[in-house]
């Protein structure tokens, strides 16, 4: 595959306005809870619904800077000169506009900039803007002539500023080290202006900010210091610039130029160019070398192929799931060892279909799938239509679909999952392994204070997946902890024999409360769970043997110990009950219900 150039003018603002662009966002509290005090919670929730109308009304008239920050950069609406001037300094408003960041709109405009045309806003410095024919990314609601006789005319507007490029704010997830200098805890985020405001298909370069796979695979992404990093497809930077807080070195590369001009632009404006590298390239086409962590959020969509209307950061050339099976087969020769991988994507479920897990051939490379959601073709199609800015009940509506459909029946596709796939090559040496390199740990929050961290012995690598269609508990460090504790115990699992697990001590988790259900009158429960509220907050069934071993699990008694005395007090056998609670402590431990004493 050939990188497609960009076809939509890039903004070329210097590091120096960029720098000062940031003092001012922080200045006017362009955070997502001063936005959020800005326009309501309800509107707030509108624009996560992706309805822009509400927030456009409540800052209607409004000319505040964060009003008019927020209009220019989140709500597309266009701003008089005067109230950007003020917001921004004459001077950085002036360079900004220079850059081509901004474009200048002349005569009347809807005070809530919806319903205009579209017309294309030349590059900077060039002759006949809108001349170009095509609406896409770079397009700009234009002033309309107002055609009414001049005595029925409106006083004309002062002019107003457009910004070419939309500018988020992203609140840092748990788990990101923060703190490393003032107002980190919040970055700024350059993409494109998306189906939020504007009502036509996107283009196919469109490079998307943060949406919810985004979001996701921040909080998902291990989080212990490491040399090197890769963020393969970088789209608008977020994982990059959040890697750049714990890695000597960050490579970002993408397929797309005008994603790497936009993830160029982020890490400028959040201070932290100097520790990412952008290279151009598919997949691991640019990247020879191997790194101690790979992150990356790949245009994983099965989308029928040859087709016109492509999104780049979304559909990655190849039939199927293909790009995820290639993407996992690769990625063990890019891990250093005790190297750690994390991705989202999507797999087909079909006749004879193999999960995940079997994609990779690498026997020193364990990978862990959790499988969030499955869906149909239908719906799986409506999605991904929907997502590209397609309405309803028109001719590219009903065709897409059509294509779609007929894409996944000619593989004989009745269902299609989405979900995490975490991958960890194993030290050289694959014993001992160091909770601190690996980035395992014990699980923070309520069960943090047993010292359970690391592993007691070796490890080996698995092939795990599981299907988690439920809310998460409440992880205190964040969901990538108790992942990368899960996948570290896993390991640890597949090494350890029946003997090691009998001679190990356990420690339950603090957040492990037993519930007992009872028929009226009835002295003996008839079912006893066990449920977690952290890690992902399952219910297990539980018997008065295994509520006995997790009530003194303490870390003071071997399982084995455990299990003589409560044989006695059971009068089964000690060799049978022995076992039995080996079993299920197998499926505990990853859970993180407990954990071994180390």
Same mark, same amino acid.
């Given at each position: 595959?050939t990188?497609s150039p960009?076809?939509?003018?890039?903004?070329?603002?210097?590091?120096a306005?960029?720098?000062?662009?940031?003092e001012?966002?922080?200045?006017?509290?362009?955070?997502?809870?001063?936005l959020?005090?800005l326009?309501?919670?309800?509107?707030?929730?509108a624009?996560q619904?992706?309805?822009?109308?509400p927030?456009r009304l409540?800052?209607?008239?409004?000319s505040?800077?964060?009003?008019?920050?927020?209009g220019?950069f989140?709500?597309?609406?266009?701003?008089?000169?005067?109230a950007?001037?003020a917001?921004?300094?004459?001077?950085?408003?002036?360079a900004?506009?220079?850059?081509?960041?901004?474009?200048?709109?002349?005569?009347?405009?809807?005070?809530?900039g919806a319903?205009?045309p579209?017309?294309?806003?030349?590059?900077?410095?060039?002759?006949?803007?809108g001349?170009a024919?095509?609406s896409d990314?770079s397009?700009v609601p234009?002033a309309q002539?107002d055609?009414?006789p001049?005595?029925?005319r409106?006083?004309a507007?002062p002019?107003?500023?457009?910004s070419r490029?939309?500018?988020?704010?992203?609140?840092v997830?748990?788990?990101?080290?923060?703190?490393?200098?003032?107002?980190d805890?919040?970055?700024?985020l350059?993409?494109?202006?998306?189906?939020?405001?504007?009502s036509?298909?996107v283009s196919? #370069?469109?490079?998307l900010?943060?949406g %919810?796979a985004? /979001? &996701? *695979?921040?909080?998902? @992404? $291990?989080? +212990?210091?490491?040399?090197?990093?890769?963020?393969?497809?970088?789209?608008?930077g977020?994982?990059?610039?959040?890697?750049a807080?714990?890695?000597?070195?960050?490579?970002a590369?993408?397929?797309?130029?005008?994603a790497?001009?936009?993830?160029?632009?982020?890490?400028?404006?959040n201070?932290?160019e100097?520790?990412?590298?952008?290279?151009?390239g598919?997949?691991?086409?640019?990247v020879?070398?191997?790194?101690?962590?790979?992150?990356?959020?790949?245009?994983f969509?099965i989308t029928?192929?040859?087709r016109?209307?492509?999104?780049?950061y979304? #559909?990655?050339?190849m039939?199927g799931d %293909?790009?995820m /099976? &290639? *993407?996992?087969a690769? @990625? $063990?020769? +890019?891990?250093r060892p005790?190297?750690h991988?994390?991705?989202?994507g999507?797999w087909e479920?079909?006749?004879?279909?193999?999960?995940?897990?079997?994609w990779?051939?690498?026997?020193?490379?364990?990978?862990?799938v959790?499988?969030r959601?499955r869906?149909?073709?239908?719906a799986y199609?409506?999605?991904?239509?929907r997502?590209?800015g397609?309405?309803?009940?028109?001719q590219?509506w009903?065709?897409?679909?059509?294509?779609?459909?007929?894409d996944?029946?000619?593989?004989?596709?009745?269902?299609?999952g989405?979900?995490?796939?975490?991958?960890?090559?194993?030290?050289d040496?694959?014993? %001992?392994l160091d909770? &601190?390199?690996?980035?395992a740990?014990?699980?923070?929050?309520?069960?943090?204070?047993?010292?359970a961290?690391g592993?007691?012995?070796?490890?080996?690598?698995v092939?795990h997946?599981?299907?988690?269609?439920?809310?998460?508990?409440?992880?205190a460090?964040?969901?990538?902890?108790?992942?990368?504790t899960r996948?570290?115990?896993?390991?640890w699992?597949?090494?350890?024999?029946?003997?090691?697990?009998?001679e190990t001590?356990?420690?339950?988790?603090?957040?492990?409360?037993?519930?007992r259900?009872?028929?009226?009158?009835?002295?003996a429960?008839?079912?006893?769970t066990?449920?977690?509220?952290?890690?992902?907050?399952?219910?297990?069934?539980?018997?008065?043997?295994?509520s006995?071993?997790?009530?003194v699990?303490?870390?003071?008694l071997t399982?084995?110990?455990?299990?003589a005395?409560?044989?006695g007090?059971?009068?089964?056998?000690e060799?049978?009950?022995r076992?039995q609670?080996?079993?299920q402590?197998?499926?505990?431990?990853p859970?993180g219900?407990?954990?071994?004493?180390?």
């Amino acid at each position: 595959m050939t990188p497609s150039p960009a076809s939509a003018p890039l903004p070329q603002p210097d590091v120096a306005c960029l720098r000062a662009l940031a003092e001012r966002l922080r200045a006017a509290q362009f955070t997502p809870a001063g936005l959020r005090a800005l326009w309501g919670v309800d509107a707030d929730a509108a624009l996560q619904r992706n309805n822009a109308t509400p927030a456009r009304l409540r800052l209607r008239g409004r000319s505040e800077p964060q009003a008019v920050l927020a209009g220019l950069f989140v709500l597309r609406v266009p701003q008089p000169v005067t109230a950007v001037r003020a917001a921004l300094g004459e001077e950085l408003c002036d360079a900004l506009t220079e850059s081509g960041l901004f474009v200048q709109i002349a005569g009347t405009a809807p005070a809530l900039g919806a319903g205009l045309p579209l017309v294309r806003a030349a590059a900077p410095g060039a002759a006949g803007a809108g001349a170009a024919a095509r609406s896409d990314s770079s397009s700009v609601p234009a002033a309309q002539d107002d055609p009414a006789p001049s005595a029925a005319r409106p006083a004309a507007s002062p002019p107003r500023l457009m910004s070419r490029l939309a500018l988020t704010p992203y609140a840092v997830p748990t788990g990101v080290p923060r703190g490393q200098r003032p107002g980190d805890e919040t970055v700024w985020l350059v993409s494109d202006h998306g189906t939020l405001t504007q009502s036509e298909p996107v283009s196919d #370069d469109f490079v998307l900010g943060l949406g %919810g796979a985004g /979001r &996701t *695979l921040a909080e998902i @992404t $291990p989080r +212990h210091r490491v040399h090197s990093a890769l963020d393969l497809g970088t789209g608008c930077g977020i994982q990059a610039i959040l890697l750049a807080r714990h890695a000597d070195r960050v490579v970002a590369t993408d397929f797309s130029i005008r994603a790497l001009h936009l993830a160029a632009l982020t890490a400028q404006l959040n201070g932290v160019e100097e520790s990412i590298e952008f290279r151009l390239g598919s997949l691991f086409d640019p990247v020879p070398e191997s790194f101690d962590l790979i992150v990356s959020n790949p245009p994983f969509v099965i989308t029928p192929q040859g087709r016109d209307g492509q999104l780049e950061y979304r #559909d990655g050339g190849m039939e199927g799931d %293909g790009i995820m /099976r &290639t *993407l996992l087969a690769q @990625t $063990p020769g +890019h891990l250093r060892p005790d190297g750690h991988a994390v991705f989202l994507g999507n797999w087909e479920y079909g006749p004879d279909t193999v999960d995940p897990t079997g994609w990779v051939g690498d026997a020193q490379t364990s990978i862990m799938v959790i499988e969030r959601e499955r869906l149909d073709p239908v719906a799986y199609a409506e999605t991904w239509i929907r997502d590209g800015g397609v309405a309803r009940a028109t001719q590219r509506w009903a065709a897409d679909t059509e294509a779609w459909l007929t894409d996944l029946a000619s593989r004989s596709v009745d269902r299609i999952g989405f979900g995490w796939v975490r991958m960890h090559r194993l030290p050289d040496e694959a014993s %001992g392994l160091d909770a &601190t390199a690996s980035g395992a740990g014990a699980e923070a929050g309520a069960g943090a204070e047993n010292s359970a961290a690391g592993t007691p012995g070796s490890a080996a690598a698995v092939r795990h997946f599981e299907e988690l269609d439920q809310p998460l508990g409440a992880n205190a460090a964040g969901i990538a902890a108790h992942l990368d504790t899960r996948l570290a115990m896993l390991e640890w699992l597949a090494a350890a024999d029946d003997a090691e697990l009998a001679e190990t001590a356990f420690v339950r988790s603090g957040d492990v409360t037993e519930h007992r259900h009872f028929m009226p009158g009835q002295e003996a429960p008839t079912m006893i769970t066990i449920e977690q509220g952290t890690g992902f907050a399952r219910t297990f069934s539980s018997d008065a043997a295994l509520s006995g071993f997790l009530g003194v699990a303490d870390g003071s008694l071997t399982l084995g110990a455990v299990a003589a005395a409560l044989s006695g007090l059971l009068e089964v056998e000690e060799s049978a009950l022995r076992a039995q609670l080996i079993g299920q402590v197998r499926t505990l431990v990853p859970a993180g219900v407990v954990y071994p004493q180390v």
